[in-house]
């Protein structure tokens, strides 16, 4: 058996054959996971360009994911899981064993920040990790509203909190400082509330992918996310410390560890959200909550230029977002699970018999979407990357120390998600 990785969709999958075929869930072609040459399996010069293209431009992670840090990583996170099986069945023998689930978490994360210390923007473009907020151009980089405007609980009526949430670019460096949310979190005091964004489709120009249209000097920021196992373990971990029979303390510091570290995506959908600050214990002297939540219904998308009527949010789609959110690659067009499930289509071979061909694959649709993120550490110390668009790329900035303007640099990122 030998592993491959599609260069189009990333999924990994292990297969036999010596013969030449394609990604048994998008049939494209498809790349050895491991090994020094891209044995790339396509009969379409395009698709042939540009799967080399991506394998050089993922040269630097699959070193990665093929050295210590990475395949570490990989053996880490399913022993990790294995483990996490068995402490929602088991919880108190593992509770009783503490010191070896501690060090299974640690060694884990451990491998995931090493991992996280090498991953680029071009990697996590081609992988569908990429995500990108929108600041509008007349709004100030160092944005605070002093007083929230939320909503008490989901249904309820919207009122004015004594309370500030940031949002302004200068304020995502503060988002990416563990010290304001670990030990003790300081998230109610600067405002450093989640906030919404869109999932980028590298199969589509990046303008394209917004709700607004870029204009000249609109502002934006670009921050990764981890691959879905990794979002999956810490959301795992999280519900264990909630687990009613599993009673360990050391776990609730160490789980707020993690989490402090690293950028999470909580809600997605591939159509506006229309999400907004709700309530749930503003007066709660010690530990007051406000949630970036969705509105009370939810918009859908036009059919053939006719407005639908909106969705009432019910606990099910509630629910539904935040499962999205753990298999967030499903909410770009063409990339669903249960579309790519191989018990629906099964792996694409040479045609036997006198069988019909197999259906072409749909073109990808450009949906315009939307997720909510809390935006953390990042390694590389790449990211958040800050830009502005000129109308025909995105310039690459940093930002004054006092958060007033924006400086440029002599990087970009072309509308193609080109990285130079």
């Not at 379409?44 to 431009?57: D, K, Q």
């Not at 998230?187 to 120009?205: I, M």
């Not at 959200?273 to 219904?297: C, M, Q």
Request: charged share 20%; proline share 9%.
């Amino acid at each position: 058996m030998a592993y491959y990785i599609c260069f189009r969709c990333m999924k990994k999958f292990e297969d036999s054959r010596e013969e030449e075929f394609a990604c048994p869930f998008c049939h494209c072609a498809v790349l050895p996971y491991e090994g020094p040459t891209p044995a790339i399996v396509s009969h379409n010069p395009l698709l042939l360009l540009r799967a080399n293209r991506l394998y050089r431009n993922h040269s630097k992670l699959y070193e990665a994911m093929n050295g210590p840090g990475g395949r570490d990583l990989i053996a880490c996170r399913a022993e990790l899981g294995n483990l996490l099986d068995k402490a929602f069945a088991e919880p108190k023998q593992v509770s009783e064993n503490w010191p070896h689930l501690e060090r299974t978490i640690v060694k884990w994360f451990m491998a995931y920040k090493e991992w996280e210390s090498k991953d680029t923007f071009q990697c996590a473009f081609a992988e569908s990790r990429m995500t990108l907020r929108w600041l509008k151009t007349n709004h100030p980089l160092k944005m605070i509203y002093n007083r929230v405007e939320a909503s008490e609980g989901l249904m309820g009526p919207t009122k004015h909190w004594p309370f500030q949430q940031t949002i302004g670019f200068y304020w995502l460096p503060l988002r990416a400082q563990p010290e304001n949310f670990d030990p003790v979190s300081r998230k109610l005091q600067l405002g450093l509330h989640d906030l919404s964004g869109c999932l980028l489709d590298p199969r589509h120009p990046l303008s394209s992918q917004t709700f607004n249209h870029p204009a000249v000097g609109d502002k934006y920021a670009f921050m990764p996310l981890s691959d879905p196992g990794d979002q999956l373990v810490c959301y795992r971990l999280r519900s264990l410390t909630i687990h009613p029979q599993f009673h360990q303390k050391a776990l609730h510091q160490l789980v707020r560890h993690i989490r402090a570290r690293m950028t999470r995506i909580r809600l997605a959908r591939d159509y506006d959200i229309g999400t907004h600050l709700v309530a749930y214990e503003p007066d709660n002297p010690s530990d007051p909550r406000f949630k970036y939540e969705p509105v009370a219904s939810l918009k859908q998308r036009a059919v053939n230029q006719q407005a639908q009527p909106e969705v009432p949010l019910t606990p099910e789609l509630h629910a539904h977002l935040k499962t999205n959110a753990l298999h967030f690659k499903s909410i770009l067009a063409g990339n669903s699970e249960a579309a790519a499930a191989p018990a629906v289509r099964p792996p694409v071979g040479p045609r036997q018999g006198n069988g019909p061909p197999p259906p072409p694959a749909s073109k990808p649709v450009i949906n315009k979407n939307e997720i909510t993120v809390a935006y953390r550490e990042h390694a590389s110390g790449l990211f958040p990357i800050i830009t502005k668009w000129n109308g025909r790329q995105f310039a690459v900035c940093t930002i004054t120390d006092d958060g007033a303007a924006l400086l440029p640099t002599t990087h970009s990122i072309s509308d193609r998600g080109a990285y130079t």
